[in-house]
T-cell receptor
Framework: QKEVEQNSGPLSVPEGAIASLNCTYSDRGSQSFFWYRQYSGKSPELIMFIYSNGDKEDGRFTAQLNKASQYVSLLIRDSQPSDSATYLCAVTGSARQLTFGSGTQLTVLP | EAGVAQSPRYKIIEKRQSVAFWCNPISGHATLYWYQQILGQGPKLLIQ????????DSQLPKDRFSAERLKGVDSTLKIQPAKLEDSAVYLC???????????????FGPGTRLTVL
């Protein structure tokens, strides 16, 4: 079983819609959870992190964490074509080192 | 503030040849990471340095990969000899450190795309 699993996609949504990206993790000791965005040919950039159960909002982005279900998600409201990228879920455990999922490719259609 | 610098940006070699990558982290960042990202996968941590000491190299294929961080600043990652499966993007990242519970954001460099023929 992979430590961090994501649907590879591709996920396509129309412009203005809500994009929902999901991630599950296997280590119950995981402490911190991150969403990175990676444009094609570019390096990952951090867009959200969350430590506690519940929702965390930052502009058009909302991260949701459910530790009991070992599930973390990212919602992108009012999706824009510029949001088209691969979204990487990452978690840290007690060693505070990032373990990444394989990413979900998102395409926002104009 | 300058970001993480890496060179070269692209490298093409034949299998069994050797190659080296260079990374210059953000000034003042104590922690440096090397990741391998194979096409269609997320980055995989190869080695983590804290200043010039190794924190974790458990996923580094030590029979062919080596890395050093002299004087706690720049770092080099070497592959000798290269195999076809080493074709990937090698990402360097740096952060201020890993103290306490809170995560210190990692800033990634542009990466080196290695093709092994």
């Amino acid at each position: 079983q992979k430590e961090v699993e994501q649907n590879s996609g591709p996920l396509s949504v129309p412009e203005g819609a809500i994009a929902s990206l999901n991630c599950t993790y296997s280590d119950r000791g995981s402490q911190s959870f991150f969403w990175y965005r990676q444009y094609s040919g570019k390096s990952p950039e951090l867009i959200m992190f969350i430590y506690s159960n519940g929702d965390k909002e930052d502009g058009r982005f909302t991260a949701q964490l459910n530790k009991a279900s070992q599930y973390v998600s990212l919602l992108i409201r009012d999706s824009q074509p510029s949001d088209s990228a691969t979204y990487l879920c990452a978690v840290t455990g007690s060693a505070r080192q990032l373990t990444f999922g394989s990413g979900t490719q998102l395409t926002v259609l104009p | 503030e300058a970001g993480v610098a890496q060179s070269p940006r692209y490298k093409i070699i034949e299998k069994r040849q050797s190659v080296a990558f260079w990374c210059n982290p953000i000034s003042g960042h104590a922690t440096l990471y090397w990741y391998q990202q194979i096409l269609g996968q997320g980055p995989k941590l190869l080695i983590q340095f804290q200043n010039n000491g190794v924190v974790d190299d458990s996923q580094l294929p030590k029979d062919r990969f080596s890395a050093e961080r002299l004087k706690g600043v720049d770092s080099t990652l070497k592959i000798q000899p290269a195999k076809l499966e080493d074709s990937a993007v090698y990402l360097c990242a740096s952060s201020t450190g890993t103290s306490g519970f809170f995560y210190n954001e990692q800033f990634f460099g542009p990466g080196t795309r290695l093709t092994v023929l």
